[in-house]
C-alpha cells in the first residue's frame, strides 16, 4: 500500500524559508512523477510543482524563482524548498504521486502559514 507523509511545515514571516519533505512508501518511488499542491482557505487545491523520475521540474509562476521541488530516489522522499515566501504561500500542502496520467496517492498534508 502506497503511503505518503508530509512534514516541515510551520508558521514564519514573510521572506522566510521552509523545507517540506513527503516520505514515500510502498511503492517503486523511482518511476513515479511527483507534485507539490497547496489548498488554501476557501480555495482549490492548486498545482505548485512537479517533479519527473529523470529530474525535469515545473514550476506554477506564482511560485517561480522561489521554490525548488528535488527528490531522493534512495530514501524514497520529495521535497519542497520553499523561500522568499509571501503571505499568499499560506495553505495546506500536500504531496502526490503520478504513476500515470492521473495525481492517484495523497499525503494528509502539512500546514504553512506565512505571517506579517
Known amino acids: 500500500q502506497v503511503q505518503l507523509v508530509e512534514s516541515g511545515g510551520g508558521l514564519v514571516q514573510t521572506g522566510g524559508s521552509l523545507r517540506l519533505s513527503c516520505a514515500t512508501s510502498g511503492g517503486a518511488f523511482s518511476i513515479w512523477v511527483m507534485g507539490w499542491f497547496r489548498q488554501a482557505p476557501g480555495k482549490q487545491r492548486e498545482l505548485v510543482a512537479t517533479?519527473?523520475?529523470?529530474?525535469?521540474?515545473y514550476y506554477d509562476d506564482s511560485v517561480k524563482g522561489r521554490f525548488t521541488i528535488s527528490r531522493d530516489n534512495a530514501n524514497k522522499t520529495v521535497y519542497l524548498q520553499m523561500n522568499s515566501l509571501k503571505l499568499e504561500d499560506t495553505g495546506v500542502y500536500y504531496c502526490?504521486?503520478?504513476?500515470?496520467?492521473?495525481?492517484?496517492?495523497w499525503g494528509q498534508g502539512t500546514q504553512v502559514t506565512v505571517s506579517s
Open positions: 502526490s504521486i503520478r504513476p500515470g496520467s492521473t495525481w492517484n496517492y
Open positions: 517533479i519527473s523520475r529523470g529530474g525535469t521540474t
